[in-house]
């Protein structure tokens, strides 16, 4: 276990432990479909938060690198190993034996994309971040982070254990794989999209950043110029 310590005023100190002590793994068990068995998730109810994006069950398409034929299944995205989980009997946690591409998982009616193979500021080609816009000209990606984090009190021994979620952002120009770090707000994207219209566009349509959906019509407006 990876365990560091941080101190800090008022006597309360903070762990912030490697999540994966908290996971048991077993691979290559065979489950049939093309599938196998990758684990079974240890359960600490003294936990606050969950280590997937999604605690239910979503329904989800995959698409893989070798070009094996699409599936549709029931899937959980599990944020802290970076693993796309399929449903499988008695609701147990299976992998593809197919390497996954990408991955659709629908939500409030909605499919979320996500997909893999970029590098960047803590980021790899395995890692698999959310496509919130997509253009040939530019692209914008959000990759969420999950960490366990103890607490204690100063002369207690009760200790709280709660998942801190931190999102980052990246923008993409053209086809290039290495993505840049970004932030949404307005200073941030004026800056890295260098465009003067942006500023106008985005005063002139009191863009709120922080929502999607204006998100996408300010790529949508950027991917015209």
């Known amino acids: 276990m990876k365990l560091k310590f941080l101190t800090v005023a008022f006597g309360i100190s903070f762990f912030l432990m490697n999540i994966d002590a908290f996971a048991q793994v077993y691979r290559g068990v065979n489950a049939g479909a093309g599938s196998t068995i990758v684990r079974a998730k240890s359960t600490d109810s003294n936990i606050e938060g969950s280590f997937y994006l999604f605690d239910d069950w979503k329904p989800g398409k ?10 549709t299944k029931d899937i959980k995205f599990d944020v802290v190993d ?3 989980v399929v ?3 008695k609701d147990t946690e299976s992998t593809f034996v197919s390497p996954v591409s990408k991955f659709f998982v629908q939500e409030n009616g909605k499919w979320l994309e996500f997909r893999k193979g970029f590098t960047g500021k803590d980021l790899n080609e395995g890692i698999f971040i959310q496509v919130i816009h997509s253009s040939p000209k530019s692209s914008f990606f959000k990759k969420e982070s999950k960490t366990v984090i103890e607490s204690k009190g100063y002369n207690t021994a009760t200790v709280t254990k709660k998942i801190e979620t931190t999102s980052t952002y990246y923008l993409q120009q053209g086809s290039d794989k290495q993505l840049t770090l970004a932030k949404r707000d307005n200073k941030s994207l004026i800056s890295l999209l260098n465009k003067p219209e942006i500023d106008t566009f985005l005063k002139a349509n009191k863009l709120n950043l922080k929502r999607d959906e204006d998100l996408i019509k300010l790529f949508t407006f ?3 110029l």
């Open 62 to 71: 995959v698409e893989f690198s070798d070009g094996s034929e699409p599936q």
């Open 222 to 224: 950027y991917d015209t």
């Open 82 to 84: 970076n693993l796309l």
């Open 87 to 89: 449903k499988g009997d």
